[in-house]
Every structure is written in structure tokens, then in C-alpha cells.
């Protein structure tokens, strides 16, 4: 395929967008653009801004959206956005516009991906045979598998994010009830996402009774990574423990014994804060059932484009498919 397609990574809180060209199996992805979506009314606005801006009229396209697929209307889980494919279609002029979740795109860019595009946060021995879990907090808790068949990877989106949260010390569940004040249910992404960060950070000050100002996510993992503020170090350290947990509690859920790799917006920002973290710990803390995940290798995605190109990848298999 010589046309430009359109591709997009779209998040609660960002949406990118790009152009991929084939000249072979590769794709150059080009002219990234990264737009705040509280800006835009609409996907279709922000999209429609894009292509002006690049002066480009693909006719094909691949949208990566941080909501389930399952219906001919996507209503987007962190964000008021909403729209059905057909309508969209039209309204950017596209022939062809595939929908998928974005962590489904981001399972899908981990062959695409170089060595360089990774750093190993825990050391294992993947079973080539059992399925990869793609998983990862950024305005939401994304899940995906990648699983083996004869035919080739086969990948699932999950809701995983949405499991209850299930604390295992002392101040988690403490954290918990803090938090459940505002929620009927404290899912794993109340706690395990941006705005979990948030909601650690806040329930911590509560359990304090220290007087903090509201924070936004970014100002609490930046205090952290300076070491300025030492509830917002230990905000970001339990979440990590959190995350982790959570992500090991999902390898036992759906055997994922070729490993895991995390994505999202927030990981690669701290990563040396996660390196030595308690994200490890939470990972291993399973219990009688340690062992089971002990071997299961940990990768962080740290390609900011990564989405991109599996978006890029998921229309390219299409269009040889048919």
C-alpha cells in the first residue's frame, strides 16, 4: 500500500495522531501530532483538525480508542466522547476506518518493536506456548493478551481494569475505604491509573491528617521523581506495589506465562522511580502461588509511538487479508 492511511492513538486525556506509508512490510509513520482532547467537542473535531493541519485526505484509516468495541456505538470509558463508526467514516471522507482498543493496537506493536523500544524491569523465562499480557495505566487501566495459535498471535482486548481492587496489607485496605467514599465500587483502575495516582495521593493526606493541596497526577509523580514531597513519594511507591499486584493477580487470571509488557502514558515517565519501586514485590506477592509467576519476564514499552505503529500494524493485516 503507497497511500498515506491515517492512524490514531486515542486516550481520556490525549489523542495522537499520524501518517503511516508502506513502500514493503514496514511502515513510515510520520507527521505525529498530539492534541489534548478535553479541547474538542468530538472525535471527528480533533481528527478533522488533524488532517487540515498535515493538508492530507487519506481514504483509509485505523483508530486505537481507549474504549470497548463491541458495539456499533464506542462511548469512551475516562472521557465524554462518542460516535459510531459509519457516521465518522462519512464525516472524514475515509473509504475504510477500522476501530480497535488501544491496548489491542499496543499488543499488536510488540513485533513491530526493537530491542532498544524496551527496558526489562524483571527477569524470567517466557513460555513461548502460554499467552503475553499487554497491560498498563494512563487515564484508565488497559488490558490485552497476546496469544499463541498455530496459525499465528491471536490478540484479545480485555476490560481487565475494571476487576475490584484487592487489597493485601494494612494501609491498602485503608487506602480502600478512603477511596470507596467516593465510589460505589473501587475497581483496580480507581487505584492503578492516573487518576488513581490521584486518588492514593489524596486518601494518604486523609490518613495523615495533613493538609495537602489537590494535584494533579503529572505534579505528583514530578514531586516524586524530585524526592520534594515525601506523601507524593509515597503516593507514586504504592502505586507502583499496587500496579504491581494487579498485574500479577492478571498472569494468574489468564495465564500469561510468556510474560508481561507494560504501556501507557505514565510507566515510561518514572521509570527509574518504577526500577526501584515495590512494583516487584507486589508482582511476586501471590502467596502459595508465587511460583507460578516468578518466571514470567517483565518488559516496559518505552517507544512513545508504540500504539502508532500498532495501529499502523493492525491496518496493514487487514489489507492483506483481503
Not at 457516521?87 to 506493536?109: H, K, M, T
Not at 499465528?152 to 491498602?172: L, M, N, Q, Y
Not at 506495589?241 to 515510561?268: C, E, K, M, S
Not at 519501586?277 to 511476586?284: D, I
Request: aromatic share 6%; charged share 25%.
Amino acid at each position: 500500500m503507497t497511500e498515506a492511511a491515517l492512524i490514531a492513538d486515542i486516550g481520556g486525556t490525549n489523542a495522537r495522531f499520524a501518517l503511516a506509508q508502506w513502500a514493503g512490510e514496514t511502515p513510515a509513520i510520520g507527521q505525529v501530532q498530539k492534541y489534548r482532547a478535553a479541547e474538542f467537542a468530538a472525535l471527528r473535531d480533533v481528527a478533522g483538525a488533524y488532517l487540515e493541519s498535515v493538508g492530507e485526505k487519506p481514504t483509509r484509516a485505523c483508530f486505537a480508542v481507549a474504549a470497548p468495541i463491541d458495539e456499533d456505538e464506542i462511548v469512551f470509558t475516562n472521557s465524554p466522547w462518542r460516535f459510531r463508526r459509519e457516521d465518522l467514516r462519512q464525516a472524514l471522507g475515509l473509504r475504510e476506518l477500522l476501530i480497535v482498543n488501544d491496548f489491542y493496537a499496543l499488543a499488536a506493536s510488540v513485533d513491530c518493536l526493537g530491542a532498544d523500544d524496551f527496558l526489562s524491569i524483571k527477569p524470567g523465562a517466557p513460555d513461548p506456548l502460554s499467552p503475553t499480557l499487554v497491560a498498563g495505566p494512563g487515564t484508565g487501566f488497559g488490558q490485552a493478551l497476546i496469544v499463541p495459535t498455530k496459525s499465528g498471535r491471536k490478540i484479545i482486548a480485555t476490560e481487565g481494569g475494571h476487576v475490584s481492587f484487592a487489597p493485601t496489607t494494612d494501609e491498602e485496605y485503608e487506602i480502600m475505604k478512603l477511596i470507596a467514599r467516593d465510589y460505589d465500587r473501587v475497581s483496580v483502575e480507581r487505584v492503578a491509573s492516573g487518576p488513581g495516582i490521584m486518588n492514593i495521593h489524596r486518601a494518604l493526606c486523609a490518613r495523615s491528617g495533613a493538609s495537602c493541596a489537590p494535584l494533579e497526577a503529572d505534579e505528583i509523580t514530578a514531586a516524586a521523581l524530585k524526592g520534594e514531597d515525601p506523601l507524593a513519594v509515597k503516593a507514586v511507591d504504592l502505586f507502583c506495589r499496587i500496579l504491581g499486584g494487579a498485574v500479577g493477580d492478571a498472569v494468574l487470571a489468564t495465564g500469561a506465562l510468556g510474560g508481561v509488557v507494560l504501556g501507557g502514558g505514565i510507566l515510561p515517565k518514572i521509570r527509574d522511580v518504577l526500577l526501584n519501586s515495590r512494583f516487584v514485590e507486589g508482582f511476586l506477592d501471590k502467596g502459595r502461588r508465587r511460583d507460578y509467576v516468578d518466571n514470567a519476564p517483565i518488559r516496559l514499552i518505552v517507544q512513545p509511538d508504540a500504539a502508532l505503529w500498532g495501529a499502523a500494524a493492525v491496518l496493514n493485516e487487514h489489507l492483506d487479508g483481503n
